[in-house]
Nanobody
Framework: QVQLAESGGGSVQAGGSLRLSCAAS????????MAWFRQSPGKKREAVAH????????SYADSVKGRFTISVDNAENTVFLDMNSLRPDDTAMYYC????????????????WGQGTQVTVSS
């Protein structure tokens, strides 16, 4: 069993930065994939970025490419999402999720989810 706990959300002005953290507990393997998703009211949940715990590569949604960076601290089983140049349309509940196998953009393929952390960006 794996448990995920997000932290680091908050309120910032447009152009600001935030760092989200997702601490994973339980059995974590290098081939496991960690992803960040977000969902704002009335919208479908969307994938933002993903990375393997083995740190073999990361990918980003076009909407955040060049502004967000996903990284992993294997010693702490923690994945980070550094968000820069934040915009009001980045406002959402952000979730981390773990998939036991290869990374995917499809949320239904993820096995474990955190409770979410709210990010609010004001103009």
């Amino acid at each position: 069993q794996v448990q995920l706990a997000e932290s680091g959300g908050g309120s910032v002005q447009a152009g600001g930065s935030l760092r989200l953290s997702c601490a994973a507990s339980g059995y974590i393997a290098a081939r496991n994939c960690m992803a960040w998703f977000r969902q704002s009211p009335g919208k479908k949940r969307e994938a933002v970025a993903h990375i393997h715990f083995g740190n073999t590569g990361s990918s980003y949604a076009d909407s955040v490419k060049g502004r967000f960076t996903i990284s992993v601290d294997n010693a702490e089983n923690t994945v980070f999402l550094d968000m820069n140049s934040l915009r009001p349309d980045d406002t959402a509940m952000y979730y981390c999720a773990l998939r036991k196998f290869d990374c995917s953009w499809d949320e239904v393929l993820y096995d474990y989810w955190g409770q979410g952390t709210q990010v609010t960006v004001s103009s």
